[in-house]
Antibody, heavy 125, light 109 residues
């Protein structure tokens, strides 16, 4: 069973940049697509973006981002380390949330079949 | 972008049936997936492709999808079913590839 583990700082100052990493174990990172999803306390789930290694598009490493975050988000992948990463710039209190990494799978259409446990990121001075 | 609307809460007595609606424009033409999220935990897929169950999901969980509403049904509700439930679709026509519903809190009375 594949396992995902998020890592990164729990506290970041406003206007600074957040960097999170998701490490994949128990399975391959190649051949799958990987997403970041966040959830503010007491609120719903928001998809941030994904990075593809599955080949569902012609170019591995292709990214897509939530239009509401696109100007501030960058995703990257290091297949040799079995890690993919999130970089979110110009943080504000509105970015305070639990951040999840997740694996995408296609069952009918695309969904998330494996999730990390999540990591709480607080934006505060 | 595509919007999925769920009732904020559903309350049900143990042993009864809970029905959770997920409304979206012509959602019946899309494949809908459902996640269960218990407090402090990550979401877990419980129903996929409208009505299929991953291994490990009890048969008490079922789904349907038609017209403008998809529905997750939990029969013979147990205390352990108390959780938040989210529907999700993949929107191939949008840059917002993945859309989640607003979420429904199921309370077992």
């Amino acid at each position: 069973q594949v396992q995902l583990q998020e890592s990164g700082p729990g506290l970041v100052k406003p206007s600074e940049t957040l960097s999170l990493t998701c490490t994949v174990s128990g399975g391959s990172i190649n051949g799958y697509d990987w997403s970041w999803i966040r959830q503010p306390a007491g609120k719903g789930l928001e998809w941030i973006g994904h990075i593809q290694t599955s080949g569902r598009t012609q170019t591995s490493g292709t990214t897509n981002y939530n239009p509401s975050l696109k100007s501030r988000v960058t995703l990257s992948v290091d297949t040799s380390k079995k890690q993919f990463s999130l970089r979110l710039t110009s943080l504000s209190a509105a970015d305070t949330a639990v951040y999840y990494c997740a694996r995408e799978e296609v069952k009918g259409t695309w969904l998330f079949d494996n999730w990390g446990q999540g990591t709480l990121v607080t934006v505060s001075s | 972008s595509y919007v999925l609307t769920q009732p904020p809460s559903v309350s049900v007595a143990p042993g009864q049936t809970a029905r959770i609606a997920c409304g979206g424009n012509n959602i019946g033409t899309k494949s809908v997936h459902w996640y269960q999220q218990k407090p402090g935990q990550a979401p877990v897929l419980v129903v996929y492709d409208d009505s299929d169950r991953p291994s490990g999901t009890p048969e008490r969980f079922s789904g349907s999808n038609s017209g403008n509403t998809a529905t997750l049904t939990i029969t013979r509700v147990e205390a352990g079913d108390e959780a938040d439930y989210y529907c999700q679709v993949w929107d191939s026509a949008s840059d917002l590839c993945y859309v989640f519903g607003t979420g429904t809190k199921v309370t077992v009375l």
